[in-house]
T-cell receptor, first 115, second 113 residues
Framework: SQQGEEDPQALSIQEGENATMNCSYKTSINNLQWYRQNSGRGLVHLILIRSNEREKHSGRLRVTLDTSKKSSSLLITASRAADTASYFCATDAGAGGTSYGKLTFGQGTILTVHP | NAGVTQTPKFQVLKTGQSMTLQCAQDMNHEYMSWYRQDPGMGLRLIHYSVGAGITDQGEVPNGYNVSRSTTEDFPLRLLSAAPSQTSVYFC????????????FGPGTRLTVT
């Protein structure tokens, strides 16, 4: 079963605009991770946010986590054509606060950034 | 470091054939896992290993076997290929299980006819 649901399924923007992707999940988690996948390639890790954190930044990326709403968002600021990719959220549910490393992925958001 | 490597990149099998997808990592990672990616489904966990000699099932283990005799290698065996196993397979590794990012291989695209 898919733990994460991502919204929107596809997003098309112009270079320089911001892109926001959302992820909702169903059960309690230990951490939530965001990955990027370029067409035909493997996934690349972007950010990991733990359940006791509310916001993390990495360069042009900002991730928020709201455990009360079981949701997370990924913001990419000042998008570039090279940001064109699929973006996935993945949750690590674990048990009793223990991270097991078993990730459950959402279906992904396809981001297209037009030059 | 080569990171996570997977072979082959592409494979076509006939129904009923068996094969092994290879995965290796040179980062001395304890945790390794196999996922399959189908269109519109995201990635689903097949099997995982928390260290040499220890494996366990993920979400979709049926039709697949794994073993972990060394820290570096984690092969995935398809016992009797079925068209439903047509997918892209990704191997991943991480330093441990507690809040670590996972490193993915480039994938193996498998078609079963």
């Amino acid at each position: 079963s898919q733990q994460g649901e991502e919204d929107p399924q596809a997003l098309s923007i112009q270079e320089g605009e911001n892109a926001t992707m959302n992820c909702s999940y169903k059960t309690s988690i230990n951490n939530l991770q965001w990955y990027r996948q370029n067409s035909g390639r493997g996934l690349v890790h972007l950010i990991l946010i733990r359940s006791n954190e509310r916001e993390k930044h990495s360069g042009r990326l900002r991730v928020t986590l709201d455990t009360s709403k079981k949701s997370s968002s990924l913001l990419i600021t000042a998008s570039r054509a090279a940001d064109t990719a699929s973006y996935f959220c993945a949750t690590d549910a674990g048990a009793g606060g223990t991270s097991y490393g078993k990730l459950t992925f959402g279906q992904g958001t396809i981001l297209t950034v037009h030059p | 470091n080569a990171g996570v490597t997977q072979t082959p990149k592409f494979q076509v099998l006939k129904t009923g054939q068996s094969m092994t997808l290879q995965c290796a990592q040179d980062m001395n990672h304890e945790y390794m896992s196999w996922y399959r990616q189908d269109p519109g489904m995201g990635l689903r966990l097949i099997h995982y290993s928390v260290g040499a000699g220890i494996t366990d099932q993920g979400e979709v283990p049926n039709g697949y076997n794994v073993s972990r005799s060394t820290t570096e290698d984690f092969p995935l065996r398809l016992l009797s290929a079925a068209p439903s196993q047509t997918s892209v397979y990704f191997c991943a590794s991480s330093l441990g299980t507690a809040h670590y990012e996972q490193y993915f291989g480039p994938g193996t695209r498998l078609t079963v006819t």
